[in-house]
């Protein structure tokens, strides 16, 4: 006899008896739902099941919020840092055009304790009261700037004197509150001049209050304080701090803080 293979083996199960007059009745109770009606599954091919309204809405809530939250680090985080790329030789050899740096925002928050004051009745004329929660520019930190005569553009600049403090050329040197400077970051060599027709031709310049003198490291290719007078501390941006690109110059942006004046004390105007 030819072998039998799974396909052509029988049921062993006694068969069901079919439907007519003279059948048994179905020992299934009718309130209960059948033994097999449970194994059921429904036919998926062709056909789809109807979406959860509750589950695409929390869905939906889920991308939204994401969405919130990368937003608002994004703003914190620009309120912080913001990057810039160098553009020029004013500030070789300390910095190079092409390379991009983060600033420092945060480090110089102020605000104006009076502000508030200025908003009632009678008190528009009341003064200025700014306060820095951290500190204000110091001697010798580079800091990126609105330009004062066209605030579109950005430069960026090393502090030499703060308000109060007294500058002066002489020799090709730079003496602030009468003291000689020392400035190991210029090139080698290199003199500190104030050219004719500059803002600074008029002697020792008393810097104001409110404002800084900056000056570029490549001395000699630098449009600064020399030449279009002290800058405001409202337009100063932040402070030079990362050198991100290119990698090979990654590093924290070198900054000078003239210890020598370290004991001279500004005079505030």
Known sequence: ????????????????????ADAPPDPVSP??????????????EGTSLPHNPLRV???VRELLETALFILLVFFIVR????????????????????????????????????????????QE????????????????DIVVFEYPKDVTKDYIKRVIALPG??????????????VQIEQPFLAK??????????ACQGGPERVPAGQLFVMGDNRGNSSD???????????VVGQAWLIYYPVTDWGLVPHHPYPELSTVTSQQP
């Open 1 to 20: 006899m030819p072998e039998r293979t799974p396909e052509s083996t029988m049921d062993d199960s006694p068969l069901r008896p079919g439907f007519g």
């Open 31 to 44: 309130a209960l739902p059948h033994p097999e009606a449970s194994q059921w599954v429904p036919e998926l």
């Open 57 to 59: 809405r929390s869905v």
């Open 79 to 122: 309120g912080i840092v913001q990057n810039f790329k160098i553009e020029g030789s004013s500030m070789e050899p300390t910095l190079h055009s092409g390379q991009y740096i983060l600033v420092n925002k945060l480090v110089y928050f102020h605000f104006d304790l009076n502000a508030p004051m200025r908003l009632l009745p009678g």
């Open 125 to 140: 004329g009341l003064p200025q009261r700014v306060v820095y929660p951290f500190h204000q520019p110091q001697r010798g």
């Open 165 to 178: 403090d007294e500058v002066e050329f002489r020799n090709g040197q730079v003496f602030v509150n009468g």
């Open 189 to 198: 060599g290199a003199l500190t001049y104030c050219v004719s027709g500059y």
């Open 225 to 235: 304080s020399r030449e279009w007078g002290p800058l405001p501390l409202d337009h």
